[in-house]
């Protein structure tokens, strides 16, 4: 079966205090910044677009999906990550063992409490 679907083109992540949100994702995740429009602002991570946007309505006034992002050495990029004063919830561990890598992850939250994570595939 085909699809239409060919890749993610944004993910949007709620945010109430967007100047404090544009900080945490420029300043301490170190993403890309596009820019501002309105009460959106908009960042490239690789190939995917993340759009911050403060809620327009109670409907769309929750926390996001986990959105992981992919790095190559968990470890130091966690460490990386607290000395810019990332709040992680866990130290990075083992996910799964698969014949020919392993899944680490490790968590952390926005300024708005969203739960974000980081992921890494160690080749064995």
Avoid: K
């Amino acid at each position: 079966m085909s699809t239409p679907i060919q890749n993610i083109g944004q993910i949007a992540i709620a945010t109430h205090d967007l100047e404090h949100a544009v900080a945490f994702y420029r300043d301490a995740l170190g993403l890309e910044y596009l820019f501002e429009a309105g009460p959106l602002a908009f960042f490239m991570c690789g190939d995917v677009r993340i759009m911050l946007a403060v809620p327009e309505n109670a409907e769309v006034d929750h926390p996001s999906s986990i959105i992981y992002f992919r790095v190559p050495d968990i470890h130091a990029a966690r460490a990386e990550l607290v000395d810019r004063g990332v709040p992680f919830d866990d130290e990075p561990h083992l996910i799964a063992r698969m014949p020919d890598h392993e899944l680490w992850m490790t968590f952390f939250r926005d300024p708005d409490r969203n739960l974000l994570g980081l992921m890494s595939e160690a080749t064995l």
